[in-house]
Nanobody, 127 residues
Framework: QVQLVESGGGLVQPGGSLTLSCTIS????????VGWFRQVPGHEREFAAT????????YYGKFANNRFTISRDVDKNTVFLQMTGLNPEDTAIYYC????????????????????WGQGTQVTVSS
């Protein structure tokens, strides 16, 4: 079965950086895209970034643009989210998600466009 396991979350001071990892297993073929989302309790899941697996093409959500960088290591089946300039508003549970088949509309940004999810990793930005 397909599994996504996030790691790298934790406590960081405002202005700091953190890199999240998402390791994928159980998929018999390359995914179409892998994305990162975040969610604060009581709020909807928010799109951060996505990467097309085969070409490395990326797309970012508004809050992530110019601060976050998504990348992947094809050999290790791992996707990374490098986060810089973190502020308390970035505190959330961060999830990685995978879309297995091609998306007609291009790189997917809606949570419903992804069919596999990790369990999430907590990121807390606080002094």
């Amino acid at each position: 079965q397909v599994q996504l396991v996030e790691s790298g979350g934790g406590l960081v001071q405002p202005g700091g950086s953190l890199t999240l990892s998402c390791t994928i297993s159980g998929l018999a073929y390359s995914p179409y895209a892998v994305g990162w989302f975040r969610q604060v309790p009581g709020h909807e899941r928010e799109f951060a970034a996505t990467i097309r697996w085969s070409y490395g093409t990326t797309y970012y959500g508004k809050f992530a643009n110019n601060r976050f960088t998504i990348s992947r290591d094809v050999d290790k089946n791992t996707v990374f989210l490098q986060m810089t300039g973190l502020n308390p508003e970035d505190t959330a549970i961060y999830y990685c998600a995978l879309r297995s088949s091609e998306n007609p509309g291009g790189l997917p940004v809606a949570p419903r466009s992804y069919n596999y999810w990790g369990q999430g990793t907590q990121v807390t930005v606080s002094s």
